[in-house]
């Protein structure tokens, strides 16, 4: 293993990180000058491509005018404006948002605000979360224990709650051995299941990405399955939260991807994107009745963070979201994401290559050692990470994801790049990745 002389305790400890100096549009370039297209937005994050200035310059200026205020005592300008602006973002119903600083803090507070909101309701028992396996909610506590990426979980399971988990309505690999859409997403009947099985008492909510990243490879959840969920979830007195961390803020066409279902849930959690990568953001946007509750109970949501509705991260949502606004981005979100389907769809004659997968600005393959009988390749040959190592040797960053075949192996490659990438762009990124999926194909 090369050691590492460096100060900084990286998460792959034989890993050499170069640093990157300096980023444009939609690449960055090392401390080598080494010039990368950045297929993935960071971690879907740099939603905007790099150095817009407009967002910068609104940081810049509420730092200048306002260092930090405790929002136990204060509000913000900019924390108000941007609560509001998420609030016109939401479905129709939703009227309070939470500004806090991650995708993980997010989803933790959206899981205490289930708990609460059933606890001044006078439902005491209600605390457990249902959410899926393969999933990603999160590295906080609460957050890992919601998470079903099993890679993930291992290590620190002494530590996590007990949540129940269900199976992801993964088409490719039905549970039930169905077809979409005639299964009339029968698999959606597993939520039931488990509610019945630990109690309807007792389940407070349940978590679901309408649009998966991380080892699902942007796993597209039917609408039919989203119908079903909900109406399981009204008739069991348990809130439906929809993780939009990766797929909302315009990703997928749409401000967020539960649209794509017609379902309404109770509570929406983003980060991400949301600050366009200038800052650690993350929020929570609730329907009415849940605030309404707060407000008849007379009692207050106890929780909070010492940065919740920081003023400078507020301006930087703020500007992201108008800046989004100003240039249709979310309509060209849908209209690259359209083309990047058409050009990913190329690569599903590859034999390595299973499925194509997504929507919008966000599209994912997943490889596997046997095409006919969609076996995946075992983990410890890594083959997610040896595509992404190509590519990036190869100028191109983009996002492996792992376990998601059964929760040890399965690999999938994704791609989600900022909105402002051309059509161009979307071609030299796909045929890299063509390139690079052959290169470990041809020694695999």
């Known amino acids: 293993m090369k050691p590492n002389t460096e100060n900084v305790f990286h998460r792959q400890i034989a890993k050499d990180y170069p640093a990157v100096v300096r980023g444009q549009g939609v690449h960055l370039w090392d401390e080598n000058g080494k010039k990368y ?10 939603i905007l491509g790099q150095g817009v200035e407009e967002i910068a310059d609104a940081i810049n200026e509420e730092m200048r005018r306002l260092t930090f205020a405790y929002t136990t005592t204060f509000t913000s300008e900019k924390e108000r404006a941007l609560t509001r602006k998420l609030v016109e973002w939401a479905p129709e119903g939703f009227d309070k ?28 028992n209600k605390y457990r979360v249902v959410a899926r396996r393969h999933s990603y909610h999160g590295s906080s506590m609460g957050a890992l224990s919601l998470t079903g990426a099993a890679p993930r979980r291992k290590p620190y399971e002494p530590l996590l709650i007990d949540f129940p988990h269900i199976s992801p309505p ?22 039931e299941d488990v509610i019945q099985r630990v109690g309807a008492d007792t389940v407070s ?9 991380g080892p699902l490879g942007g796993l597209v959840t039917p609408p039919e399955y989203m119908q079903a969920a909900r109406e399981i979830c009204d008739r069991h007195d348990v809130l439906l939260i929809a993780d939009e961390v990766i797929s909302g803020i315009g990703r997928t066409g749409r ?3 539960i649209e794509h279902t017609g379902v309404t849930p109770d509570v929406i959690t983003v980060a991400k994107g949301l600050g366009a990568g200038f800052v650690p953001i993350g929020g929570v946007v609730a329907h009415e009745r849940i605030h309404a509750a707060f407000e008849k109970a007379e009692t207050s949501f106890v929780h909070g963070e010492s940065f ?27 209209e690259m994401g359209d083309y990047l389907g058409e050009r990913m769809a190329m690569l599903g004659d590859h034999p390595m290559v299973g499925e194509i997968r997504g929507c919008g600005l966000l599209r994912g393959a997943e490889l596997v050692a046997d095409k006919s009988s969609k076996r995946p390749f ?12 190509e590519c990036t040797e190869r100028g191109l960053l983009i996002l492996p994801g792992v376990a998601g075949a059964d929760g040890t192996d399965g690999d999938t490659v994704v791609l989600g790049p900022p909105y402002i990438v051309t059509r161009e762009e979307i071609d030299d990124m796909v ?3 063509g390139e690079s999926i052959q290169a470990v194909s041809a020694r695999t």
């Open 205 to 213: 909510a349940f978590i679901v990405e309408p649009m998966a990243g």
């Open 378 to 389: 075992a983990r410890a040959e890594g083959v997610a990470e040896a595509v992404a190592r």
């Open 431 to 433: 045929s890299i990745l």
């Open 308 to 334: 919740t509705g920081h003023t400078a991260v507020s301006a930087a949502g703020l500007a992201t979201l108008e800046y989004i606004e100003a240039h249709d981005l979310v309509s060209r979100a849908e």
């Open 170 to 191: 993964n088409c490719y690999r039905c549970p039930l051995d169905l077809q979409y859409p005639s299964c009339a997403a029968a698999c959606a009947s597993e939520l």
């Open 97 to 124: 948002a939470w500004i806090c600083t991650s995708g993980s803090a997010a989803n933790e507070t959206a899981i205490k605000l289930a708990r609460h909101y059933h606890l001044v309701r006078g439902n005491s």
């Open 255 to 257: 401000k967020f991807a």
């Open 37 to 46: 297209l950045d297929g993935a937005a960071g971690v879907f994050v740099a």
